[in-house]
Nanobody, 121 residues
Framework: QVQLVESGGGSVQAGGSLRLSCAASGTIFKINAMDWYRQAPGKQRELVAG???????NYTDSVKGRFTISRNYVKNTVYLQMNSLKPEDTAVYYC???????????????WGQGTQVTVSS
């Protein structure tokens, strides 16, 4: 069974920083992409930042220059360093991993439970 556990959310004032972590555990043969999504109240879930098994990264335009995604391939962990936070960054942040539990399994998406980030002005 695969689990993704996020941590690091909280409340900060605008301009502050937070670092989110997401650790994948359980039966894992290989992980391809690990991404961060967010969902604000009344809005659709959106991709914030992503990283591939090859180390490529991508960001949504609104966080470029402020957020940095990184990954520890040994620990199956992905991080999101969030600087210069704005009230519009307030959302529940979700970790997503595209992985296969066994060598015979197809790659499938797995989700964490989400962690709340609140930025006050």
């Amino acid at each position: 069974q695969v689990q993704l556990v996020e941590s690091g959310g909280g409340s900060v004032q605008a301009g502050g920083s937070l670092r989110l972590s997401c650790a994948a555990s359980g039966t894992i043969f290989k992980i391809n992409a690990m991404d961060w999504y967010r969902q604000a109240p009344g809005k659709q879930r959106e991709l914030v930042a992503g990283t591939t098994s090859g180390g490529s990264t991508n960001y949504t335009d609104s966080v470029k220059g402020r957020f940095t995604i990184s990954r520890n391939y040994v620990k199956n962990t992905v991080y999101l360093q969030m600087n210069s936070l704005k009230p519009e960054d307030t959302a529940v942040y979700y970790c997503n991993a595209e992985l296969k539990p066994h060598y015979w399994s197809p790659f499938s998406p797995y989700w964490g439970q989400g962690t709340q980030v609140t930025v006050s002005s």
